[in-house]
């Protein structure tokens, strides 16, 4: 089974383009692929994703994505039951050329900066509140070759449950630990750094199904295969893998212990 993963991770190398938009995957055959938001209006989604991140609207079947640099952006018609910041999802983060013009560009569209601030890697940085509550993060690299790349998810869970959580995404998603700036607790997978902080004292750090970030999502090479060895592991899966041709995807859902919903993919390499 070994042999066949590397052969089939040789054969997605070297089929994939240059200008791909998902990093290739790790040796456990895995890489990060999208954020999926439930939105209440998807029109004002598509058009925020695409004139301030110059996103890229594809739709397949019932599926709406946004493609950006090392991810994508999924979208649901579907009013959140409440924001992202109060689950333990709280954001995600780019990667910006300059932040001060990207927050003056956002204050003029009428959306809302929560705060402005220098960040664990010594650069610009901010917090910013899109529609339905999704919450994300900006950082500056004024060497951007690109306007807006993809850079991190940020977990918020109670610190005893920092570690255990690293380990188990480093167990199950091959997630290399190591440092984000000051940031001790983070580790990365190939597009996405994840990074773990403690939740705030008497804030709600709660489970991500029906939140405005509903879930985050995975690609997994040979994704059956991969379902089964975490299986052995004892997870649980809350859908097992199945097909669907309408949208050119396999798919799998399951819940990390922290509470934050997890789809596994095979396909969206080809979006």
Not at 81 to 99: E, I, L, N
Not at 202 to 216: L, V, W
Request: proline share 6%.
């Amino acid at each position: 089974m070994r042999l066949l993963t590397l052969a089939a991770l040789a054969l997605l190398a070297a089929a994939a383009p240059a200008s791909a938009q998902l990093a290739r995957p790790n040796a456990d055959g895995v890489n990060f692929a999208h954020v999926h938001l439930n939105v209440a209006d998807m029109e004002l989604h598509k058009r925020l994703w695409v004139e301030h991140f110059d996103g890229v609207v594809v739709t397949k079947g019932p599926l709406t994505v946004v493609k950006v640099p090392n991810m994508l952006i999924a979208l649901t018609q579907r009013a959140p039951t409440g924001p992202s910041q109060g689950t333990a999802m709280d954001h995600f983060g780019f990667k910006v050329r300059s932040v001060a013009e990207f927050v003056a560009e956002w204050r003029a569209a009428g959306y809302e900066v929560q705060s402005e601030f220098t960040g664990s890697e010594g650069f610009p940085n901010a917090y910013l509140l899109a529609p339905d509550g999704v919450r994300f993060e900006i950082q500056e690299e004024a060497t951007l070759p690109v306007k807006v790349s993809a850079y991190h998810i940020h977990f918020w869970v109670p610190e005893a449950q920092i570690q255990p959580l690293m380990a188990w995404y480093a167990e199950n998603f091959g997630m290399v630990i190591q440092s984000r700036g000051t940031i001790q607790t983070a580790g990365d997978v190939p597009g996405m750094n994840l990074s773990f902080a403690p939740c705030p004292a008497n804030a709600e750090c709660g489970p991500t199904q029906g939140r405005a970030i509903d879930h985050i999502g995975f690609e997994a090479v040979g994704l059956v295969q991969f379902a089964e060895r975490l299986k052995a592991r004892g997870i649980v899966y809350q859908t097992e893998p199945r097909t669907i041709d309408a949208i050119g995807l396999t798919i799998s859902y399951l819940v990390d212990p922290a509470g934050v919903r997890i789809e596994v993919t095979e396909g969206y390499h080809l979006y």
